[in-house]
């Protein structure tokens, strides 16, 4: 071999030595890179494991999303080194409490909105219209902090609203046409004023009221929410906090979703007060807050069936 060969093959052989350390670098990282993310952020379990707590909405979200990423991740994994990732991955959330606040706004309303600002949770607020002073500020307050408002009719007066399918209708657009006003959203989520389930209005509108009321607000696109669990905070005579807390603890028992009715009015402190205690022990009990939402599928099934069990 003459002096031109041997230059060449030792060309060839430092060509082919760079080449190798390069790719094999690259593919290096990249496959490191690339599975680390998987078993990091999908399938180690999080520190202290169990169920996911929500105590940011926002990074929540995130991690919603992240979790579809890593499903992706998985089934590329499996297809590019036939590993087998262990199939340990559930949603996120599973477990699901609503906060509501019916009556509102009154003058509780911002310390609530304090709380759960705190807390960095979203609740669902149906209000009503009737003799509000600052009305539309705390509707924008509400709003502004990221909660759902919901219709709780204008009036709530049980022998005007459920004395016609009209009557309803009219005194729950007037509501409408103020949180309108207020924050430019028309929700149509609604809390029927004593629940869809409620007697009086028999007497008032005949048996058939409620579904022919029901009927129309399906009709015009809306959704109606009851609740399945309870502070007791309208009992009468009031209940005390301990009262309240073990009403919280039977009624949000084994249910999933919870939607638990609570009173923003200005006579009921004792549900501000015990407002943190709530917060915290639903989600001891693995439970993450949302809010309810135009469109829900299946919240309606949700009623007082069950209450006390
Ligand atoms: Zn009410």
């Not at 759960?116 to 539309?136: D, E, H, Q, R, S």
Request: charged share 25%; hydrophobic share 35%.
């Amino acid at each position: 071999m003459g002096v031109e060969g041997k230059r060449g093959l030792l060309t060839l052989f430092v060509l082919t030595a760079i080449f190798g350390f390069v790719f094999g670098t690259a593919l290096a990282f990249y496959t490191n890179g690339f599975f680390s993310h998987v078993g990091n952020e999908v399938y180690d379990p999080k520190p202290g494991g169990g169920e996911f707590i929500a105590d940011d909405p926002q990074n929540s979200e995130e991690d919603w999303h992240g979790a579809g990423a890593g499903e992706l991740n998985t089934l590329l994994a499996r297809r590019i080194l036939g590993k087998k990732v262990s199939p340990t991955w559930e949603p996120k959330k599973s477990k699901v409490a609503y906060l509501t606040f019916d009556d509102g706004p009154s003058y509780n309303t911002p310390e609530i909105l304090k709380i759960l600002k705190k807390y960095g949770i979203k609740a669902t607020f149906f209000v009503n219209g009737w003799n509000k002073k600052n009305f539309k500020e705390m509707l924008r307050m509400i709003y502004e902090d990221g909660h759902a408002l919901g219709n709780h009719t204008y009036s709530h007066r049980y022998e005007l609203i459920y004395s016609s399918v009209e009557n309803f209708m009219a005194d729950l657009k007037k509501q409408e046409e103020m949180i309108y006003e207020a924050t430019g959203i028309r929700p149509k989520i609604v809390r029927f004023p004593g629940g869809s389930d409620n007697l009086v209005s028999m007497r008032l509108g005949g048996k058939d009221i409620m579904k022919k009321i029901a009927d129309k607000l399906k009709e015009e696109g809306y959704i109606y929410v009851d609740w399945n669990a309870s502070c007791g905070d309208a009992s009468k005579p009031p209940f005390s906090k301990d009262q309240m807390k073990e009403a919280v603890r039977r009624t949000a028992k084994g249910k999933n979703p919870v939607v638990l009715l609570l009173h923003d009015l200005d006579s009921k402190k004792t549900t501000l007060e015990i407002l943190p205690w709530i917060i915290e022990y639903l989600q001891g009990e693995g439970y993450g807050f949302e809010t309810i939402q135009q469109g829900m599928e299946g919240l309606e099934k949700v009623n007082r069936t069950d209450f006390w069990r």
